[in-house]
Nanobody, 127 residues
Framework: EVQLVESGGGLVQAGGSLRLSCAGS????????IGWFRQAPGKEREGVAR????????SYRDSVRGRFTISSDNAKNTVHLQMNDLKPEDTAVYYC????????????????????WGQGTQVTVSS
């Protein structure tokens, strides 16, 4: 059974840092693209960062580029999202998801392209 479990969320002041982890079981993260998405109350789920570790490709939404870093620890079958310089607008439930990598080693962009999802972890950034 494929499972993804997120951890590392919490409450942090603006300018602070958090490191989210997405632990996979029942599959190998290196065989898939892993995406981090977030959803704030009353808003649609949006992509934050994604990685196709086998191909070394990553992608970020503009508002987090330079502040967030996605990485893969294949030995632990885990993908991390290091979040620095957090802002109140980063407040949301963060989800990780696994999906098939597209041609040319590109990780999918849209939530509907991901087949497996974790339960989410809350990130709250206070001003």
């Amino acid at each position: 059974e494929v499972q993804l479990v997120e951890s590392g969320g919490g409450l942090v002041q603006a300018g602070g840092s958090l490191r989210l982890s997405c632990a996979g079981s029942g599959f190998t993260v290196d065989d898939y693209s892993i995406g981090w998405f977030r959803q704030a109350p009353g808003k649609e789920r949006e992509g934050v960062a994604r990685i196709a570790s086998r191909f070394g490709t990553t992608s970020y939404r503009d508002s987090v580029r330079g502040r967030f870093t996605i990485s893969s620890d294949n030995a632990k079958n885990t993908v991390h999202l290091q979040m620095n310089d957090l802002k109140p607008e980063d407040t949301a439930v963060y989800y990780c998801a696994a999906g098939r990598t597209l041609e040319m080693g590109i990780p999918p962009r849209h939530p509907y392209e991901y087949d497996y999802w974790g339960q989410g972890t809350q990130v709250t950034v206070s001003s």
